[in-house]
């Protein structure tokens, strides 16, 4: 099994990670099924829009100095209306292959967050996968709808416009044209290694500031608290100014292309006003300067598409990324069997490479039962939960669902039996019923009111305004702690799980409230078996089982006053201790 560092490392890939861009662009390119007949449309309207650019320009150009007949000047307009509606269509094509494929980005990389959870917000900075999701996919955007047609533009209306001018013109001239091109081409080539190697350095710091814009923002109350809203500010200004760093060679090399190709044009548009007459020199120098527009294409997408690729490589790893746990479990449950609902046997279970986090753990829940975890801080409970729910698997032993291991239980079919409600749950921005409905869509409006008296909910759903229509705000702003925390439980019922884990779900609820949440939780759900982590040992009461974790281990398991009795015992320190 690969260990959580190496994933780690496959979710965050170096700034100077030196994988070929040739390498990403094939990988994007594997990814456009479905869509290649369209972004084929985008790069024909192109090349038909700058061919159309190079006819008009000869045309004006043999007008002013031929002084055509009058019905030229209706081919000008008529063509140019023509040229208008190719480069609609590019746009249009464009575009919509780019946010085509933009959504669907999205979606693989969603997907591959939901293999990757509970690992993922827990291991990488949740700041920068809000980083990946939105802004790195958006950059995307360049080289799907401003890359290949120009790309395919540059290389088609130059290659035909020089046919052209051979045929027409004279070979000499063509050699000439061509000759001027290929500088057109290769300016944009100037220092491209350097501003590939920035842009991958750029879109790091781009992450690191988001990131830390959000803690910032998130931890606006701490900071202000500590008075240490000047210091998070010149850390930002000092990550800024690195960027920026970064970013300038990027912008001077830009300019200096800019300029060599400026000054190009300059001195042709000098030789042509120099020139009296139509000349093959004048006809041949005016295909050059209408082939500027195609040629110059290749500068303007060239930056944002290093920007873009890096972006690119940033999302694959992402992507890529292995499931942390796999599904491949085909396995359906009997529930004749009359087994512990949970079994741990012999597990051992560690992160990454770090030493043992659980050891040698055996344990059983039974059906129905109400079992409280206990330890001190660090002692490996929400581990265990977590082990319990499958976000993770143990290296050694295994746990089984009703005598099947978890593995071979589809996890579509786990998650709706095992149900974790952590101590900090996240509510949607969305109304309380809609919150309610996450897990069980089909949720009448009458099993809700059930579920908010069953947590003692209902009396404050009442008095909203909207009732259960009240729009509620992902951190429950509108909320307090314990009224979050209950709503999250009461969300959890309404899948009607088979297995309730409360990862201190109930610590910032006053002891009376709890008790009655038990209660009803006990009577309304007598079928569900509870496995209950908290500190407050003290508001267990005397017949309660509770089993005591220190170190990874299970050190004591039984009936709380029995093990308290034992004056030695963990429970009676942990008790004492309470
Ligand atoms: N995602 C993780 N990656 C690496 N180590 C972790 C991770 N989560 C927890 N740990 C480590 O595992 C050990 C046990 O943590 P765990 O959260 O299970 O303890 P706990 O008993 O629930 O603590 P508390 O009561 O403070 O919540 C700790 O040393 C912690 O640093």
Redo the contacts with the bound molecule.
């Keep these: 099994m690969p260990s959580?560092n190496s994933r780690r490392k496959r979710w965050w890939p170096s700034m100077e990670s030196t994988e070929k861009k040739s390498g990403i662009i094939t990988w994007l390119l594997s990814r456009t099924q479905g869509v290649r007949a369209m972004w084929m449309l985008a790069a024909l309207s192109r090349i038909l829009n700058q061919l159309l650019t190079v006819g008009i320009i000869v045309l004006i150009g043999h007008i002013l100095l031929e002084g055509g007949p009058f019905v030229a000047l209706w081919w000008v307009a008529t063509l140019s209306l023509v040229k208008a509606l190719f480069r609609y269509s590019e746009h249009y094509c464009g575009h919509w292959v780019a946010f085509t494929m933009l959504t669907r980005l999205r979606t693989e990389y969603y997907n591959a967050l939901v293999d990757q959870a509970p690992?993922v917000v827990?291991?990488v900075d949740t700041a920068e996968i809000s980083e990946k999701a939105t802004r790195d996919i958006d950059r995307i955007e360049v080289f799907f709808a401003h890359t290949i047609p120009p790309a395919l533009s540059a290389v088609v209306v130059p290659l035909l416009s020089i046919l052209w001018a051979g045929f027409f013109l004279g070979w000499p001239y063509a050699g000439i044209i061509l000759m001027a091109s290929a500088v057109m081409v290769a300016v944009p080539a100037f220092g491209r290694r350097l501003t590939w190697k920035k842009a991958r350095i750029q879109a790091g710091h781009n992450a690191a500031i988001s990131t830390h814009v959000g803690d910032s923002i998130q931890g606006l109350r701490e900071i202000r608290a500590f008075g240490a809203e000047g210091l998070r500010l010149n850390q930002w200004k000092s990550l800024e100014k690195r960027a920026a760093k970064v970013r300038r060679p990027i912008h001077v090399l830009a300019a200096f292309r800019a300029a060599i190709l400026i000054i190009a044009e300059l001195l042709t548009m000098g030789i042509l006003l120099s020139q009296g007459q139509l000349t093959s020199a004048v006809l041949a120098t005016l295909t050059w300067v209408a082939l500027w527009a195609p040629l110059r294409g290749i500068d303007d997408f060239v930056d944002g598409l290093d920007e873009a690729l890096a972006s690119a490589q940033r999302i694959r790893s992402g992507i890529e990324a292995a499931p942390v746990v796999s599904d491949t479990g085909t396995r359906s449950l009997d529930y004749t069997v009359s087994s512990p609902i949970i079994a741990l046997e012999a597990v051992d279970f560690f992160?990454?490479n770090?030493a043992f986090?659980l050891r040698e753990i055996t344990l059983a829940f039974e059906r129905g039962s109400w079992n409280y975890i206990v330890?001190?801080?660090?002692?490996?409970?929400?581990?265990?939960a977590a082990v319990i729910a499958r976000g993770w698997d143990p290296q050694l032993g295994q746990v089984t669902f009703s005598s099947v291991p978890l593995p071979q239980i589809p996890l579509t079919e786990l998650r709706q039996r095992v149900s974790l409600v952590v101590q900090r749950p996240v509510l949607l921005e969305a109304t309380l019923a809609e919150n309610l409905r996450l897990c069980q869509p089909q949720l009448s409006r009458t099993a809700m009111w059930e579920l908010l008296k069953c947590v003692g909910l209902d009396g404050w759903a009442h008095e909203l305004p909207d009732g259960l229509d009240e729009v509620i705000t992902t951190d429950g702003k509108n909320m307090s702690g314990g009224q979050i925390q209950r709503l999250a439980i009461a969300r959890a019922l309404a899948g009607k799980p088979d297995v309730l884990i409360l990862?201190?779900a109930m610590s910032q609820l006053d002891e009376v409230t709890a008790c009655n949440a038990r209660e009803q939780i006990r009577d309304r759900f007598p079928h569900i078996t509870v496995i209950e982590?908290s500190?407050q040992v003290d508001r267990i009461s005397g017949d309660e089982r509770i089993v005591v974790?220190d170190g990874?281990r299970v050190v004591e398991d039984g009936i709380k006053s029995e093990l308290q009795s034992d004056s030695h015992s963990y429970t009676s320190r942990l008790h004492q201790r309470a």
């Design positions: 959580l690992a827990k291991n992160y990454g770090r986090e330890g001190v801080s660090g002692s490996g409970k929400s581990t265990l990862d201190e982590i500190h974790m990874g």
